[in-house]
């Protein structure tokens, strides 16, 4: 069974940082991209960012370039994304992801709640 398991959400203030996990298991990954999307509260679900698990290719949405990081340790099966200058509007659910093809989600995590306070 393909699970995704995030953590490292929390409460911070405007301009602190947090690092999200998320820890894959039940299926050998190493031709998925693995990433991060988002979900603000009546908004829809947006791409943060993704590393391909062979040859660590990265991407960013524009709204995170030069703020997020997203590293991935292979022996764990571990995604990160280091958030730093955090901002009200990086207040979302955040949702690990598994990509088989560039754009279309094969499992989702269950997200971690992410709260910027201003």
């Known amino acids: 069974q393909v699970q995704l398991v995030e953590s490292g959400g929390g409460l911070v203030q405007a301009g602190g940082s947090l690092r999200l996990s998320c820890a894959a298991s039940?299926?050998?990954?190493?031709?998925?991209?693995m990433g991060w999307f988002r979900q603000a509260p009546g908004k829809e679900r947006e791409f943060v960012s993704r590393?391909?698990?062979?040859?660590?290719?990265?991407y960013y949405a524009d709204a995170v370039k030069g703020r997020f990081t997203i590293s991935r340790d292979s022996a764990k099966n571990t995604v990160y994304l280091q958030m730093n200058s955090l901002k009200a509007e990086d207040t979302a659910l955040y949702y690990c992801?598994?990509?088989?093809?560039?754009?279309?989600?094969?499992?989702w995590g269950q997200g971690t709640q992410v709260t910027v306070s201003s």
């Open positions: 039940g299926r050998t990954f190493s031709s998925y991209a």
């Open positions: 992801a598994a990509e088989k093809r560039l754009g279309e989600v094969d499992y």
């Open positions: 590393i391909t698990w062979v040859g660590g290719r990265i």
